[in-house]
Structure formats: structure tokens, C-alpha cells
């Protein structure tokens, strides 16, 4: 078993955020609205993308090599954006790392139990997200519910490529929502970085009144309690940075998530695995 790590943290360390490409970003985005003085590191891991349809085993590997590349960079916090990985490393991270961590499917499932009548709950997710069935356990610790899962491994590709809109992309969330919108669900999860990017497209083939649950925001309110909790909350020191790493082509992850994030994206620095 690999030794816990002793981790000194102070408050105005920074927070690491890590997912395998730039869909986390969206999570970023929203963490530093809502903590607009915490520090923030990124690390995409866009030589391995997709987790989606990788084993478990896969996963748990390169999460574990980013979480000690964010340790060694002196984070506070770590945040799983990537839902995949959250539903396949999180408890092992957790065992391995003494800074807290946070994963998205938690607050997710919280979340949707809280907003969802019926109980009956929509989770949309990758291959992986959805095999590994963390959504329908993690909503029924909290409430039984019927959990009903489609997994949309085009929906990740189709926002790669910017097309959120248009015949290509209504054909293909028609195709993956029939089946679920069957089960008269009331609240969906959007189980995946990616999906909020797709907001629009989806809420054009779904009924008003489905309630949209978009982990990037519910896990942004988490880390607020936990950083709280702490009393690890950055106070104002002037000295607040953002820097963004990939494991591969930062040039194309600039310009992808130029299209995305919410400022100009700079400095991406390519990280090899021998360096981590
Ligand atoms: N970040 C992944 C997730 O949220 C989607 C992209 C991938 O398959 O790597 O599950």
C-alpha cells in the first residue's frame, strides 16, 4: 500500500483541479466565481482523454500520478472535475492523500435528490460513469429513487468539435433521450464536464419543467463548505494565480478551452509523465 503523504497546508495555497482534457474547466470556471481569491491549478490530462471508455485500472493510475503532481505543487485541495474519475479513483485517492477531496458525483447525487418530486432521477454519463453505477449508489444512500442511466459516449466528441447546436447534434441527443425521457424522469444529471456545454441543445428535446443538475455548480458549493469547514478559505494577499497543465498538446487545449472558459486561457505547460 503506498504510504498516506504528510501534507502541511495553509490557506492561501492553492486548490488543484484535475479531469482528463479540458472539460474540468467548466468546474474551474465556477469555483473561481463563486472563491474569486483562491489560487487554482489545472491539470488536463489530454494524453490519456478519454477516460470515458477506459478500465477502471487505467484511471486510477493517471489520477493517482496527477494527484501527487498537484501534492508536490503544495495544493490545499484537490477537486476530481472529471466524473469518470471521480466515480473510479475518488475512495482511492482518498486513501492514499491527506489534503481533502472532493469529487463531483457526491454533491451531484445530493443535489438531485433534493430537486427531484418523483424520485424518479435521469443520470447521463460516459461508459465508465455509468458501469460504474456511483450515481445510482450515491443517490440512494441518501433516498431510494428510481435511477434511470444512459450513457452518451458521442455527446463528449460533439463538444470537442463545437458543435452544440444544429441537425447533427439534435439527431444525436433525440437518440440517446427517448429512451430516458420514458421513464418520466423530473430531475437529470448531467453526469459528465462536457454536458454543460450541450445545456441548450438538451433543454430544446426536454420538457421545461426536467430539472437540470450540472455537478460543475454543486461541486463548486461543496468545496465552499469543505474550505469553510476547514477554515482554509485564501484570504485576500494579492498574490492569487491560475496556472494551467497538460500532459499533452498545449496548444490545442488552449485554443479549445479558449472557446469555453470564461478569460483567455495562457501559459499552458506540457508536463511529461517522467517529470510528474
Ligand atoms: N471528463 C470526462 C467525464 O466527466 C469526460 C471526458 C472523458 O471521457 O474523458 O466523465
Known amino acids: ?131 460504474s453505477e456511483s450515481y445510482i449508489n450515491e443517490i440512494n444512500k441518501i433516498s431510494k429513487s428510481n435511477v434511470y442511466q444512459q450513457s452518451c459516449p458521442l455527446f463528449v466528441p460533439l463538444v470537442e468539435e463545437g458543435w452544440i447546436s444544429g441537425k447533427i447534434a439534435d439527431a444525436v441527443v433525440k437518440k440517446y433521450m427517448v429512451p430516458l425521457l420514458k421513464k418520466h424522469i423530473d430531475t437529470l444529471v448531467l453526469g459528465c464536464t462536457h454536458y454543460p456545454l450541450l445545456k441548450g441543445i438538451l433543454r430544446k428535446n426536454i420538457n421545461e419543467k426536467i430539472v437540470f443538475i450540472d455537478s460543475a455548480e454543486t461541486v463548486a458549493q461543496e468545496i465552499v463548505n469543505v474550505l469553510k469547514q476547514k477554515s482554509l478559505l485564501a484570504t485576500n494577499d494579492g498574490n492569487k494565480f491560475l496556472k494551467f497543465y497538460v500532459s499533452d498538446n498545449p496548444k490545442k487545449f488552449q485554443t479549445i478551452g479558449n472557446k469555453f472558459f470564461w478569460k483567455k486561457i495562457h501559459n499552458v505547460k506540457k508536463i511529461d509523465m517522467e517529470q510528474r
Open 1 to 131: 500500500m503506498q504510504r498516506r503523504k504528510e501534507t502541511k497546508v495553509l490557506s492561501n495555497n492553492p486548490i488543484g483541479i484535475f479531469d482528463s482534457g479540458f472539460g474540468g474547466l467548466t468546474v474551474m470556471s465556477k469555483i473561481n466565481k463563486l472563491l474569486p481569491l483562491e489560487s487554482l491549478i489545472y491539470f488536463g490530462d489530454t494524453a490519456h482523454i478519454p477516460y470515458g471508455s477506459k478500465s477502471k485500472n487505467a484511471v486510477v493510475r493517471f489520477s493517482k500520478e496527477i494527484a501527487s503532481f498537484l501534492i508536490k505543487n503544495h495544493v490545499k485541495l484537490i477537486v476530481i472535475a472529471c466524473n469518470t474519475a471521480s466515480a473510479f479513483a475518488l475512495s482511492i485517492l482518498k486513501r492514499t492523500f491527506d489534503v481533502p477531496i472532493v469529487g463531483v458525483i457526491e454533491s451531484g447525487a445530493k443535489a438531485s435528490v433534493l430537486a427531484s418530486k418523483s424520485k424518479n432521477i435521469g443520470v447521463i454519463g460516459t461508459e465508465g460513469t455509468v458501469n
